[in-house]
């Protein structure tokens, strides 16, 4: 939703959407973290293997999209948020891992090892507009992991790769809006704080639909700008 209404009201320079979205992002989701954190249990070996690898995935990154172009960042952004769309798209319909159900609260073995480096490629794909969550449930649900746990492990990588992976990388480079991520950490930590306080009940499958066909509208706008002839400095 963030990036489509940065591309629609195109209220912030293309080239700036990812950093932007990571920076201003950043204070939500501390305080989401720090507000879900204690609720479930989980391994801490495998929660904090998972976050160190979300961090660094997200460094490494930032690092290369921080050097795009706008047509780069076009393309990217595109690649990234129609994959974000399919993903939530499966999980609405049930489609692929999500109706998994497991019973074990952390991993040892190769599926430790499986979970450290796909949440190392998640961390990555969060700095051209991938979201983090829904992948990394899916991820836990197909180790068998109690749904639970992707909890504070999709808000504790999140959390983490912002505050110390691409968020630092993308400000060094000075490749954020700074006007939308402060409405973004403010506006965005008050919905944070008001959804744990008041929601109760919200028609989530429906929000999700909707989202899913925005992000896909989204994600083809970034394409049609990224075909177009034209400067991409």
């Known amino acids: 939703p963030s990036s489509a209404a940065f591309k629609m009201t195109k209220s ?10 990571n920076v201003g992002d950043t204070v939500p989701v501390c305080v989401e973290a720090f507000l879900f954190f204690g609720i479930v249990e989980m391994d801490v070996l495998t929660l904090a293997l998972m976050i160190i690898a979300s961090v660094a995935g997200s460094i490494f990154m930032a690092g290369v999209v921080s050097k ?3 047509k780069k960042v076009r393309f990217a952004m595109f690649i990234g948020l129609f994959l974000l769309a399919t993903i939530m798209l499966c999980k609405v319909l049930g489609v692929g891992p999500f109706g998994i159900v497991g019973e074990e609260l952390g991993l040892r073995g190769i599926k430790l090892i499986i979970a450290v ?17 829904a992948p990394c449930m899916a991820l836990c649900a197909l180790l068998g992991l109690n749904v639970s746990c992707a909890f504070p492990a999709m808000m504790g990588s999140c959390a983490y790769l912002m505050a110390f992976g691409n968020g630092p990388k993308f400000i060094q480079e000075g490749r954020y809006d700074m006007y939308a991520s402060l409405m973004q950490a403010l506006f965005g930590a008050l919905g944070v704080v008001c959804a744990y306080v008041f929601v109760k009940s919200l028609p989530i499958a429906t929000l999700t639909k909707l989202v899913v066909i925005v992000v896909y509208i989204t994600s083809f706008l970034f394409l049609r700008d990224g075909i177009k002839k034209g400067s991409a400095a």
């Open 12 to 21: 912030v320079d293309d080239v700036l959407v990812p950093g932007t979205l």
């Open 68 to 70: 795009f172009d706008r």
């Open 117 to 133: 480096v796909v949440n190392f490629i998640l961390g990555a794909l969060m700095s051209i507009g991938v979201g983090l969550y």
